[in-house]
């Protein structure tokens, strides 16, 4: 296999994420400014064929790795025979959803062979949640993202302006959990042990709706009387709703109190 990457063999988060933006890079052109090429390379008359990323943003087209099991996790097999049997738009995006999460295979299995702790792994995946998919650039979702990004920050920043109960994260006289930003990105030396402090508090809570766990990255709202914590979708209450209830409750709550 061609590009060197048998030998590349990170050892920080920030080699991990630079290995993950050299293979992004490599596929990303490969769908984009060389589809034409890609497209030719992809033949369903051959054999199984896989898309390949390398560090050096160097991109191929090739059969699988004949060791079992593999030196890294490969990618998504047989892509060639799919390039005839449907839009080929269809075809690239369904490349490209398959070659994120190959990326983001890699880029763990590293994490864990090098034995990255839990902070580490939330570092590297909240760098890599920082830039766009690959299935958003092939799709052009990124461009429509960009673009809906300043309304979307100019909401935020009103509502934790007007409403004082609204937080990103649960606290003992709080109201509601939206989605923290997420400013870890590169530097993680301030404020780091705050967020473990805030991960072992909340990290247990569960929606009293659905049962799933608390996450930073969604809205919940606690109810005034049972003072058990709900997923904001959950009993359809959005951020903006939330602005003018002065005292919550939940639709179990508010059954109780309909009763005779």
């Known amino acids: 296999m061609e590009g060197g990457a048998s030998h590349y063999n990170p050892r920080t988060v920030e080699e991990v994420f630079r290995d993950f933006k050299g293979r992004r890079a490599g596929i990303i052109q490969a769908l984009t400014t060389d589809v034409e090429d890609f497209f030719q390379q992809c033949d369903p008359e051959k054999e199984n064929l896989c898309l390949y990323g390398f560090p050096n943003e160097v991109w191929e087209v090739n059969l699988p790795a004949e060791e079992v099991p593999p030196e890294l996790p490969e990618p998504a097999l047989g892509i060639n025979f799919a390039r005839d ?28 062979r090098i034995g990255f702790d839990r902070a580490d792994r939330k570092r590297l995946f909240n760098m890599i949640n920082e830039v766009p998919t690959i299935f958003e650039v092939v799709t052009g979702n990124e461009k429509k993202q960009t673009k809906e990004k300043p309304s979307s920050a100019n909401q935020n920043g009103n509502r934790s302006k007007s409403n004082s109960k609204v937080r990103g994260l649960k606290g003992k006289s709080s109201k509601t959990i939206q989605a923290k930003d997420e400013e870890e990105g590169l530097e993680l030396e301030e404020g780091e042990e705050e967020e473990e402090e805030d ?38 209450i959005t951020p903006a709703r939330a602005e003018h209830i002065k005292h919550y409750k939940c639709p179990s709550c508010s059954n109780k109190r309909a009763r005779p």
Not at 85 to 112: I, N, P
């Open 85 to 112: 049997g449907m839009q080929e738009k269809d075809w690239l995006s369904l490349v490209a959803v398959h070659s994120d999460a190959w990326l983001l295979s890699v880029s763990f299995y590293f994490g864990s």
């Open 199 to 236: 991960e072992d508090e909340h990290g247990e809570t569960l929606c009293g709706a659905c049962g799933d766990n608390y996450a930073s990255d969604e809205f919940w709202i606690c109810c005034d009387m049972c003072e058990k914590w709900f997923h904001g979708k959950c009993v359809k």
